[in-house]
């Protein structure tokens, strides 16, 4: 079905964004809460080396888990193309193969378990009793992959339908059965580090059960009759979506590689440095989070318009989505203008790691402008399934970023942060430069 523009036009209501966007954004911090649950909860032990491997084991999962992100934005984007392309039935079908594709990963992230857990623990520098502890943890967490990567699969679907207050819900119930069960286990029982396993165990396979319980009385009749048999589930039909979410993971990983080289080369300059950016580091993933909202946004309103062949409509919200996640953009800066330095100081653990992180003040207010428009552009290319110049946009920018680090090496610690700052603002540049040929390949 084609809109003209005046139509498409008029039906850019800016609620539709923001009832996506603010859901989002809430759902994320969400999310991150759930470490520093466990963390208060490994608190309570009054055990240093338990602590440090709870540390150690969210690091761990993060880094595992957070490359198969890529199964929750290729199934939005897909979702929310095909509702207006072709229907419900259409979306069960992406939502299957998604699923399908999740418990294939799971299945081999199990199989190389023995490998991959003791290489990524010593990676991540366990050792002594920290390690024996690690252990523990990490081997009861690890068996949740094919829960942790069906829910991806599954919240990408609910997104991509626009059931954003749903995924919220999910979110916050999952967060509280977390906690509740942590304190349980690893304190009323006694059970310690194995609790706190345990717990997200548990919560991770609670949020699978509830989740699929929603989609089901959402979509039922429509999964029932694909997996009757009604859909082509050969790895022919799978190709589309395997290409789409293997250029999600390569950017996923490109992106945490450039992430892993701030970390690596703040250290390089000493623990002051290190502890300093560390803590401006939080600050840039608060922002992220929120920004997100606008990625998610964007993920499913241009998704549903390269669904409906509408072009207005899809470059319309484009430049609605761009201008508000800008506008939060700069309320964040403002903030960070105002009270960054109260900020840092709160999280310094010594007065020399304070100045260094208010010396910095002036990236702080940098990092949600610089970033604002990659996120949204990020989430325009996903829905619009563009993958392949996704990742070309996101390998292009941390050549760039790569090559911006050796040169501003003497520069000492503003250098780095100069470095990732372009990092960020390239990477919507190369996404700029690429749309213009994308739009005329798409509405020929």
């Known amino acids: 079905m084609n809109t003209n523009a005046s139509a498409a036009t008029a039906s850019i209501d800016p609620r539709l964004i923001w009832a996506i966007a603010l859901p989002a954004m809430a759902t994320n911090v969400a999310t991150a809460l759930i470490g520093v649950g466990d963390m208060w909860i490994v608190g309570r032990l009054g055990d240093a080396p338990t602590q440090g491997a709870v540390d150690i084991g969210a690091k761990l999962f993060a880094a595992l888990f957070t490359v198969m992100n890529f199964l929750k934005m290729g199934t939005t984007g897909l979702v929310a193309q095909a509702g207006t392309r072709s229907g419900e039935r259409a979306q069960a079908e992406v939502l299957v193969k998604g699923v399908i594709v999740a418990l294939a990963i799971a299945a081999l992230l199990l199989g190389a378990k023995p490998l991959l857990l003791p290489v990524m623990l010593d990676v991540l520098g366990a050792e002594g009793a920290v390690r024996s502890a690690a252990v523990t943890y990490a081997d009861i967490r690890y068996w949740s992959a094919p829960a942790v990567l069906a829910n991806f699969a599954l919240v990408g679907f609910l997104v991509g339908r626009r059931r954003m207050r749903e995924v919220l819900v999910i979110e ?92 690596r080369l703040g250290a390089e300059r000493g623990a002051v440095t290190l502890a300093a950016n560390g803590i401006v580091y939080q600050l840039f993933i608060l922002s992220a989070l929120l920004l997100d909202g606008f990625e998610n946004a964007a993920q499913v309103l241009n998704g549903e318009r390269k669904g409906d062949d509408d072009r207005a409509g899809f470059t319309a919200f484009i430049r609605a989505i761009l201008l508000r996640c800008l506008a939060t953009a700069i309320a964040l800066a ?41 996120f949204v552009l990020d989430g325009v290319f996903v829905g ?24 501003t090496w003497p520069l000492g610690n503003d250098g780095l942060w100069a470095s990732f700052i372009a990092f960020l603002a390239l990477r919507a540049a190369f996404q700029i430069g690429l749309m213009p040929r994308l739009l005329r390949r798409e509405w020929r």
């Open 172 to 263: 916050v119930l999952y967060n509280v059965l977390n906690v509740v069960l942590g304190l349980w286990l690893a304190l009323g029982l006694e059970w310690g580090i194995a609790g706190i396993g345990w717990s997200s165990f548990i919560a991770e396979f609670a949020k699978l059960s509830l989740t699929g319980m929603l989609i089901w009385h959402l979509a039922g009749s429509e999964l029932r009759a694909v997996l009757q048999g009604g859909a082509n589930l050969s790895l022919r039909a799978l190709r589309p979506f395997l290409a789409v979410n293997r250029d999600l993971f390569l950017r996923t990983v490109v992106l945490m590689l450039a992430i892993v080289a701030l970390t």
């Open 334 to 374: 403002t903030v960070f203008a105002a009270f960054g330095g109260a900020i840092t100081d709160s999280f310094a653990a010594t007065s020399e790691v304070a100045a260094e992180a208010r010396r910095l003040g002036p990236w702080i207010v940098a990092l949600p402008l610089a970033g604002c428009a990659g």
């Open 384 to 407: 619009a399934s563009w993958t392949r110049a996704l990742l070309l946009s996101m390998a292009g920018a941390a050549t760039l970023y790569a090559v911006l680090l050796w040169l």
